[in-house]
């Protein structure tokens, strides 16, 4: 694991100290005239995840006093449990190739602009500070684990009962930003003039990566050629699909550039890794009942089937989708709707819009199911099977890397790559469509 000793002495000798003299942390009722929060104890510890991160997250437990209210004798204290965000170290030229200064700058227009416009604050996580410089950067937000919320247990193939609680936050996100977009068309072209392109917006310069990115698409369609599926997908589809892939990147590139009239804002990045659930059925207490996602450092305005088809097919497992396919989808545009008829003062969704019907929907889930079979034919074999990511130097050989990527994950992701492929020609056919 990287030494995260220094970042974590700065985060308590030098960041929380100075938040606290400037009033950006204090207690949580507001203070007499003329009293301030005193620090009085902070504790810093790398907080451990089960999925894949680009940035390091620190546990940080702060303890402020005041001095003794009228009638008391002791100091009043209270306690703040926060997340720190923070880059890894990493020299300039792969600083700025990970994108980070405009990573945080994207969640800095999220929870400042974005949340407060929908006004549902408490479905997010609380944002105190941001800060950067040249090669590092770091967010300070709560630390949403002391009000029940949790991460899902397993980092792939989550239960129905997660995957329709994530795609009807993810209608209603939606909904509420095309509510804004319909109603308040103003503010919304001013929020989505800040964001940046966070990952595609350069070539891409790790060429082992790329490299790995061209291998990955080989492998799904050698998978689902060995698979159960052999011979429900025609070798001439197969062909197209491989040829479209001849560069991932930019088939991405593509992929996130905004098409009216279904382009939204965009969480960018919505996988298992990026959202958190609460447990509040004393019948079933291992039963989600709540989700909120978090992190959105890829913000961008785009189809909202980039985050949808990201999630299906990063989060989810065939075993699911199978026989549920459909479900899954109704729940998510279900919720969209109904949102976006509120928002805008429609009491019946099918007065929207035609665009906003179900069949524009699924015809746009068609074209974009591409996106989200881009990222998880690379992306999936490093959380199936996880390896430690360095910024400094390399694990691998590039002829190492390329071995790897078409092993790596084994036959469990094996399976998983070719159901996504037959999934999508499945779409693709419905409407008639070449792989695109």
Known sequence: MNDTSHKEAYVRDVLI???????QLSFTEPLPDGVKAQLQSVNVKPLVTNGF???IPLKVTVVLERKPSHGKDTPETETLHLVVKITPDCNQ????????????????????????????AERYPRFYHC?????EALMVMSDFSFSGWKMAPMVVNLPMDYILLAVTELGRFHGECYGMKEARRSQFDSIIAKFKESRYAVDISDLTW???????????????????????VPAAYLEKLARLFEDPWEHAKGKVKAREPLAVICHGDY?????????????????????????????????????YTAFLANSTGYAEREHHFDTIFRT?????VQTVATAVGVSDPDDLPPYFSYESFHRELAEYFSFGFNIASSFLMLLHEPI??????????????????????????NRELAALVYEMYRLHSQYGLDPI
Not at 212 to 228: D, G, H, N, Q, Y
Not at 276 to 289: L, S
Not at 388 to 412: C, M
């Open 17 to 23: 100290p100075g938040m606290v003299a400037r009033g």
């Open 53 to 55: 991160m680009l940035t």
């Open 210 to 232: 790329k490299a790995v990115m061209t291998v990955a698409p080989k492998r799904a369609i050698k998978a689902l050629e060995e698979s159960r599926f052999k011979g429900r």
């Open 271 to 307: 996988l298992r890794n990026n959202m958190a659930f609460r447990y509040e059925d004393a019948k079933e207490p291992a039963r989600p009942t709540q989700v909120m996602m978090f992190d959105f450092q890829t913000l961008r305005y785009a189809s909202p089937m980039i985050d």
């Open 93 to 120: 030229e792969m600083y700025e190739s990970c994108q980070f200064e405009t990573l945080f700058e994207n969640e800095m227009t999220a929870y400042t602009e974005i949340i407060p416009a929908l006004g549902k």
């Open 388 to 413: 430690e990511i360095s910024f400094t130097e390399n694990i691998f050989t590039e002829e190492e890397s390329l071995a790897d990527a078409w092993k790596r994950g084994g036959e469990p992701l």
């Open 131 to 135: 800060e950067r410089k040249p090669a």
């Open 332 to 336: 998510y545009h279900r919720a969209l």
